[in-house]
């Protein structure tokens, strides 16, 4: 789901190949990895750099529900996910939060490198899974130094264009469709002054994963 490590087992695959006599080079391939997982921006302080894409999520098929025209089953396309990778940062003294909470940043092969993803609600229609779970929208991501229990760097990640701004027709090219995203991404918005981050057991079976959904219940239950 995470696009470091689908990029990683495609890289595997290519490996396969290549060791087949099939060479193909993964550059070639660069064009549809941007286009599956966006790039929305990134933070940079000193020698770290915090980096946002998209991620992929899948929308689950309701049941079916009668409606005014006969039978229909629709998609929650509610829940949306990104990842947040994160290099050069010592691990012993700097946690990357999101909306408050702990990100399970997992270490990659890469020395000082970290990934993990989000998933959040980014809209609440009327048919979804869970429909009395907010929205997330928008995204503070904190980069947090603990030993002065502050956030020394932050940005925001808007669903929508943060000045509320609604477009009347669809983005003409692919440039037009990526002014838009980088439109929703401010290197600001960060929490002030002195604070504790919200600490969230990680799933065992979803180690790399900060799923707002059942983080904001397990706050609010004091579990």
Not at 170 to 185: D, T
Request: one cysteine or more.
């Amino acid at each position: 789901m995470l696009p470091h490590w689908v990029e990683n087992d495609f890289r595997d695959v290519l490996g396969d190949l290549e060791r087949a006599g099939y060479g193909i080079d993964e550059r070639w391939f660069q064009p549809h990895f941007e286009f599956r997982f966006p790039y929305f921006g990134e933070l940079t302080l000193d020698t770290m750099r915090l980096e946002i894409r998209g991620a992929l999520e899948p929308w689950h098929v309701l049941g079916e529900e009668v409606t005014g025209t006969g039978q229909a089953r629709y998609v929650d396309s509610s829940v949306e996910r990104i990842q947040i990778k994160a290099s050069g940062m010592a691990e012993e003294r700097y946690k990357v939060l999101c909306n408050g909470f702990e990100v399970p940043m997992q270490p990659t092969a890469t020395v000082g490198e970290f990934v993990a993803g989000v998933r959040y609600r980014a809209w609440q229609p009327p048919h979804c899974l869970h429909p009395r779970i907010g929205v997330h929208a928008p995204l503070h991501i904190d980069l947090y130094d603990t030993w002065n229990q502050r956030s020394v760097a932050g940005c925001t990640y808007h669903v929508v264009h943060p000045g509320g701004r609604a477009s009347d027709v669809r983005p003409v090219n692919a440039a037009a469709a990526e002014s838009r995203r980088l439109a929703r991404f401010e290197r600001r918005g960060h929490h002030q002054g002195s604070f504790e981050p919200i600490a969230i057991r990680p799933d065992p079976h979803f180690p790399h994963l900060l799923d707002l959904r059942w983080a904001s219940a397990f706050e609010k239950n004091g579990a």
